[in-house]
């Protein structure tokens, strides 16, 4: 069984760090990633209006047309009826004749308006199919092309795990800010999000698989974070011409006071003899 130091050294070797060179182009591969987006994106750009709403819309119509040619009928019926029980011998009263002519006019109507009732629902069916036929189309589509979402997708994500480890090879070389401040976020935040998935799933064995394109994330996050740190411990060439030529060491007066010195006093003027009679 290997000890700690071991395992370390293990996993420093499995994750060489990489070269930055200056002929190295990053953004080919964006430009390729993002024409196969735009491909994809111009197809699906492509997609038949829905129109889930109208097919809704249209079958309450023919529901509504459908009941219109019922209710004709039953008062055709009716009437139709009303016609049977009035014509013959039993129309020789003044009060028959009367309502054997009022059941033949409304049946009249009543035709009429079954005639009517038909015709519009025939038109709505009509209507109602076009727009089921319309919907059928978009579900076809969606059908046919709903990988191109999980596509694009998928290349973003790819996209950014090549940023991630272009800004990674450079701040390995010592020039974490090649690709400017925000690509160096971004490949960060990128680092920081493959880290916590390999936190929140179980690997087999107790290993970590390695990500296409980054290698180990938490040793990338790691290189990376130690390339920011010693490049904001040393000003760039740029950032010391901005701020010019160092101050040049000419000492400073010093503040601190001289000791107090009492002035000279002038020696006392001699005494005059004393003369003794």
Do not use: C
Request: aromatic content about 4%.
């Amino acid at each position: 069984m290997s000890s700690t130091s071991e395992q370390i050294a293990a996993a420093l070797a499995r994750a060489q760090p990489k070269t930055f060179a200056a002929t190295d182009d990053p953004h080919r591969y964006e430009q390729t990633v993002g024409a196969e987006q735009a491909a994809h994106r111009a197809r699906l750009a492509r997609r038949p209006t829905d129109v889930t709403r109208e097919v809704l819309h249209a079958e309450t119509v023919v529901a509504a047309r459908q009941a219109d040619l019922d209710s004709a009928r039953d008062r055709l019926a009716h009437w139709q009826d009303q016609q049977h029980a009035t014509a013959g011998l039993r129309a020789f009263t003044p009060s028959r004749r009367q309502a054997q002519r009022t059941a033949q006019q409304r049946v009249e109507h009543a035709t009429v308006a079954v005639a009517r009732a038909e015709h519009d629902l025939a038109a709505a069916q009509r209507q109602h199919d076009q727009l089921t036929g319309r919907q059928a189309a978009v579900v076809a589509f969606d059908a046919a092309n709903a990988w191109r979402h999980q596509r694009i997708d998928t290349l973003e994500q790819r996209l950014a795990d090549h940023w991630a480890d272009a800004v990674v090879a450079a701040a390995r070389d010592g020039h974490p800010i090649a690709y400017g401040p925000t690509r160096l976020r971004a490949a960060r935040r990128t680092l920081l999000q493959h880290v916590d998935t390999l936190n929140t799933t179980p690997s087999a064995g107790g290993t970590q698989a390695p990500v296409a394109g980054i290698g180990d994330p938490l040793r990338s996050l790691s290189d990376l974070d130690q390339a920011i740190t010693e490049a904001a411990h040393r000003p760039t060439p740029a950032l010391a011409e901005r701020l010019g030529p160092a101050p040049s060491a000419a000492p400073r007066p010093s503040r601190v006071q001289p000791a107090y010195r009492s002035p000279a006093r002038e020696p006392p003027a001699p005494m005059p003899p004393v003369i003794s009679m």
